[in-house]
């Protein structure tokens, strides 16, 4: 009996001696809709430091055997979620590469742990961990089942994101993008080694990695990463190789995490499309649109459009008119949405054809009906949000400019009789605009 005792208690030391198993836990960031892993971004320099050093000590210790790799990939809500649903398995694709560039291992070893929920998933944990006042509310959405509804270029879209957007009008939506969605595009794997001896036995696996042999050498991790590469203090002899992540510095712009990092390191702006009608110009039956886009951050680039083909009731009171205006502004200020907003300067130019009466002999039209009115001039104004996600606005402005007039001075009557012709250069006032509108986002 007791020889059967004691060849237990041996068993199960071999046991405990050659089936220890280390996980290794690697995450890294992503700038918004790229998937090239970049080591200035966040914490990846420390995380590509610990990784190289993990693998490292795997490949120079004989009793290491890489089991397995799982990786997942995610994208974020607030990117570009629908349109780009590769863009996850893209970064899932770039910290697969970069693990195969530090260590050979078959294709075999590595598993898919994604899945259609797992930004879901992820989007609740970090909810849960941030304690959002809407906490409750933001679960409550995410657990209701999928429901997914025409988006648009023949893309879905899930339901539920539509009611985060509105969930208490729109500020929710905004702490999302302030708090969480900075972390959600990012690529994670788990690294499972099994040590088959006890080399290390009574070394946490702490200290096994950041190596404390006096000796040290030098190595530049920049395979992967283009002009980012990276210099790493290794410590300990060619068989050894740890490093130390404290002991890592970066060759390009260096950003510690930080709740608004996601969009400080690519300079993140939510370019805009805006379509709006001018009050002002209604009330004078003028019908009118005026479209405008962000084509840079502060910069937008506009056209306005405003026509009246008919009299104002009698035929001796007319303003029909064809006006076409493109306007260049400046923004010097982006909203807490990163978005154009607020005062801006901005030059245009303009075009307008013209027939106006307002004596009953006479009527004052362009030129053979062909030469209108051109110039341009400045205008300012103000870009009020009514909106918490700045979707709705009203805009204020008001522009003043030259333009060189040609025209004809017409008896009032069908087929008038021309009386004269003149040029003149006009000076003075050319818009007032009392706005409402809508914006979406050009980002997707």
């Known amino acids: 009996m007791k020889k059967y005792i004691f060849s237990l208690i041996i068993f199960c030391c071999a046991l405990n001696t050659y089936a220890r198993e280390v996980v290794h836990d690697v995450n890294v960031l992503f700038l918004p809709g790229q998937s090239q892993l970049e080591l200035s971004v966040g914490d990846n320099h ?46 899932m694709a770039a910290l697969k590469s970069t693990i195969k560039n530090f260590i050979d291992v078959s294709a075999d070893v590595f598993y898919d742990a994604s899945n259609e929920n797992s930004e879901w998933t992820w989007l609740k944990d970090a909810v849960l961990r941030e304690n959002l006042p809407e906490t409750q509310s933001i679960v409550a959405i995410i657990n209701n089942p ?79 990463f283009g002009d980012n590469s990276m210099a790493v203090t290794t410590h300990g002899n060619a068989n050894t190789g740890a490093i130390s992540a404290t002991n890592v510095s970066s060759t390009g712009s260096m950003y510690i995490w930080d709740p608004n990092y996601y969009y400080q390191a690519n300079n993140y702006f939510d370019y805009r499309g805006y379509v709006k009608t001018n009050f002002a110009e209604i009330a004078l039956a003028l019908a009118n649109l005026s479209v405008e886009f962000d084509f840079v951050r502060h910069w937008a680039v506009s056209l306005s459009v405003s026509y009246s083909g008919w009299n104002y009731f009698v035929k001796d009171l007319k303003f029909r008119a064809l006006d076409i205006k493109p306007t260049f502004r400046y923004y010097p200020f ?63 402005g008001f522009g003043a400019g030259a333009y060189k007039v040609n025209y004809d001075k017409i008896e009032n009557i069908t087929d008038g009789k021309i009386l004269s012709t003149k040029k003149k250069w006009y000076f003075g006032p050319d818009e007032v605009s009392i706005s409402f509108g809508y914006s979406f986002s050009l980002n997707h």
């Open 334 to 396: 982006v909203d807490k949405n990163r978005i154009n907003n607020g005062f801006y300067i901005g030059v245009h130019a303009g075009a307008t054809w013209f027939n106006i009466a307002y004596e009953k002999k006479y009527r004052y039209q362009n030129h053979d009906k062909n030469t209108p009115a051109y110039g341009g001039g400045i205008d300012i104004g103000y870009k009020l949000p009514l909106s918490a996600n700045s979707d709705w606005f009203m805009d204020f």
């Open 146 to 224: 999928p429901e997914y509804i025409d988006y648009k270029d023949g893309l879905k879209r899930d339901r539920r994101l539509n009611q985060l957007k509105i969930l208490n009008g729109g500020e929710t939506w905004i702490k999302l993008q302030e708090i969480v969605f900075p972390r959600m595009p990012h690529a994670h794997a788990l690294i499972t080694v099994r040590y088959m001896d006890n080399v290390y036995e009574g070394q946490s696996s702490d200290n096994r990695l950041s190596g404390n042999n006096p000796t040290s050498s030098t190595a530049t991790i920049s395979s992967s």
């Open 46 to 91: 420390l995380e590509i430091a610990r990784l190289f050093n993990f693998l490292n000590d795997v490949k120079t210790n004989p009793t290491a055997e890489l089991v397995r790799i799982d990786i997942d990939g995610y994208t974020s809500f607030d990117e570009t979620y629908e349109s780009n649903p590769d863009l996850s398995v893209s970064r």
